[in-house]
């Protein structure tokens, strides 16, 4: 694909709607809901203003940052977003092997349906998200395996108590499993570049896709009549099996999915060393506050952990004020799964390309070196002026 038309990362979302099947796009782009959460994480970002500073000499700006030992070129990341298989032939290793190109931090979703084997061998620096099982020998068992395939960062997301089937879902005809239907199939024959170049081209390569990383052992088939999605027990996990996560793991431990000082200060109780303020993109429960509301709360609360941010980071003028506000690193999901499904690992390269820009350029309209520079004093809360963008 010729990518010279898209110049930012909102550029790919239509783009992949020309691609994907109505089902498989609505899961990438859906809100919970009435998607109050999901409008939210995108406004909130106009609430700060900011305060350049003038004939400062940023030449020599870089924005290099260091997250538990490792050296990345940019302070951003891609989120796990599962059934990334789906989006494109080999959509997950696109993204991990995108990002170990680019040098940022990339998160494998437990959701997805490459073996976590497989994108460690591809992207020995990745991430691996988890949702845990219910008993403490599953636990385990998954966190053994994750370990023994060279993973060194844990991610727990801890915000997916039960299913979440949001009404554009059934509307669209995306189930966990798919369904086959007469509509399903209808999808895939008008969109026949995936059909053929991602879903057939898969089938032929490795059979039917799986949930290859829900639990130890292999997972239910992304598409069929009769299975159901394996979420039994979530409901009555709590903080004892982040206890449990953790005197298994040896590596790095951080949670994802925390919103509120309280919860942060029982994962620093526990020993984790980093939290992801998030509200899953707006995919959970409507009405949630975003996480650019709760950071600096919980920046203060729990500053010896490495606190980091994801749900609506699309600018880089939306990285710089999360830092701003204490974050060390952000996170996105869906413009890089657009990007997968539209260009493949070239979209994703190119993709985090045009963040890296953005941030580059701003850091220097701003008159800042680097983006642990950004505070307070180069911006301005618009809420407490009674201002807002574009308003006077």
């Not at 609505?26 to 995108?42: H, K, M, P, V, W």
């Not at 040098?103 to 949702?131: D, I, K, M």
């Not at 920046?299 to 010896?304: F, K």
Request: proline share 5%; charged share 20%; glycine share 10%.
């Amino acid at each position: 694909m010729d990518l010279s038309c898209v110049h930012n990362l909102l550029d790919f979302e239509p783009l992949a709607r020309k691609v994907l099947p109505r089902a498989m796009f609505s899961y990438i782009q859906n809100g919970a809901e009435d998607e109050a959460t999901l409008r939210r994480n995108r406004s909130v970002f106009d609430r700060y203003g900011f305060i350049p500073r003038m004939l400062n000499d940023v030449s020599g700006r870089a924005q290099g940052i260091e997250l538990f030992g490792h050296k990345y070129a940019s302070p951003f990341g891609i989120s796990p977003v599962g059934l990334g298989a789906m989006y494109s032939f080999g959509g997950d290793v696109a993204l991990a092997t995108a990002a170990a190109r680019c040098n940022v931090p990339y998160v494998l979703s437990g959701a997805s349906l490459t073996r976590l084997e497989t994108v460690a061998a591809a992207a020995p620096h990745a991430w691996f998200q988890a949702y845990l099982p219910g008993s403490d020998d599953e636990i385990r068992r998954l966190l053994d395996r994750a370990g023994a395939a060279g993973y060194r960062t844990l991610v727990l997301t801890v915000d997916l108590p039960v299913s979440v089937s949001p009404d554009r879902y059934v509307r669209n005809g995306f189930s966990s499993p798919l369904r086959p239907s007469v509509d399903l199939a209808l999808q895939g024959i008008t969109r026949p570049r995936w059909l053929v170049g991602t879903f057939l081209r898969t089938l032929l390569a490795h059979g039917m896709p799986h949930l290859e990383n829900w639990r130890a052992d292999r997972g239910s088939p992304v598409l069929s009549k009769n299975v159901q999605k394996d979420i039994k027990a979530r409901d009555s996990l709590s903080w004892k099996h982040v206890e449990a996560a953790r005197s298994f793991w040896r590596g790095n431990l951080v949670v994802k999915g925390i919103l509120s000082a309280q919860d942060a200060g029982i994962c620093r109780g526990i020993g984790v060393d980093g939290i992801i303020v998030s509200n899953h993109g707006g995919r959970q429960i409507d009405g949630a506050v975003s996480p650019l509301h709760v950071l600096r709360d919980i920046v203060d609360a729990v500053p010896e952990l490495v606190v980091m941010m994801d749900s609506g980071i699309r600018r880089g003028s939306d990285v710089l004020k999360a830092i701003a506000l204490g974050a060390r690193c952000v996170f996105a999901g869906r413009p890089y799964n657009y990007a997968v499904a539209a260009a493949g690992q070239a979209g994703v390269v190119h993709a985090l390309g045009l963040l890296r820009d953005e941030v580059h350029r701003n850091m220097a309209l701003l008159g800042i070196n680097h983006p642990y520079e950004m505070s307070m004093a180069l911006m301005r809360d618009l809420a407490d002026s009674g201002l807002r963008a574009g308003t006077a």
